[in-house]
């Protein structure tokens, strides 16, 4: 088999979100919870699901481009779904101007997500 380096910079590209309800994407899924030191993606379902499921939760989830943040929330988001909650998600990069966002936009941006649901 040869090397196609087209096919291994769009497998490895950071900007690329992978979403593990994909089987195309599944299997380049790789679980780093041991390297991180914690099950955060398990941490944040139980919350939801089972430690507050009738309570709203807040949860800030952040790192740097390309850390895998979109990934492990449609990781997620698939979880949760399986446990039949409903899963509003949306790029923030698709909706608002990454260069000058405020508050007021991105509780609009929230807003007008859950409009279209």
Same mark, same amino acid.
């Given at each position: 088999?040869?090397?196609?380096?087209?096919?291994?910079?769009?497998?490895?590209?950071?900007?690329?979100?992978?979403?593990?309800?994909?089987?195309? +994407?599944?299997?380049?899924?790789?679980?780093?919870?041991?390297?991180?030191?914690?099950?955060?993606?398990?941490?944040?379902? +139980?919350?939801?699901?089972?430690?507050?499921?009738?309570?709203?939760?807040?949860?800030?989830?952040?790192?740097?481009?390309?850390?895998?943040?979109?990934?492990?929330?449609?990781?997620?988001?698939?979880?949760?779904?399986?446990?039949?909650?409903?899963?509003?998600?949306?790029?923030?990069?698709?909706?608002?101007?990454?260069?000058?966002?405020?508050?007021? +936009?991105?509780?609009?941006?929230?807003?007008?997500?859950?409009?279209?649901?």
């Amino acid at each position: 088999m040869a090397f196609d380096i087209r096919e291994f910079f769009q497998t490895t590209n950071p900007a690329r979100t992978l979403d593990p309800g994909k089987p195309e +994407d599944s299997r380049l899924y790789i679980d780093f919870s041991t390297v991180r030191g914690e099950q955060i993606i398990t941490e944040i379902k +139980d919350l939801i699901s089972f430690y507050e499921p009738e309570n709203p939760t807040c949860t800030l989830f952040t790192g740097h481009i390309g850390c895998g943040k979109s990934t492990e929330l449609l990781k997620l988001r698939q979880e949760l779904e399986a446990e039949r909650f409903h899963v509003v998600y949306f790029e923030s990069s698709e909706d608002l101007e990454m260069a000058d966002v405020d508050i007021g +936009d991105v509780l609009l941006a929230i807003a007008a997500a859950l409009a279209k649901v």
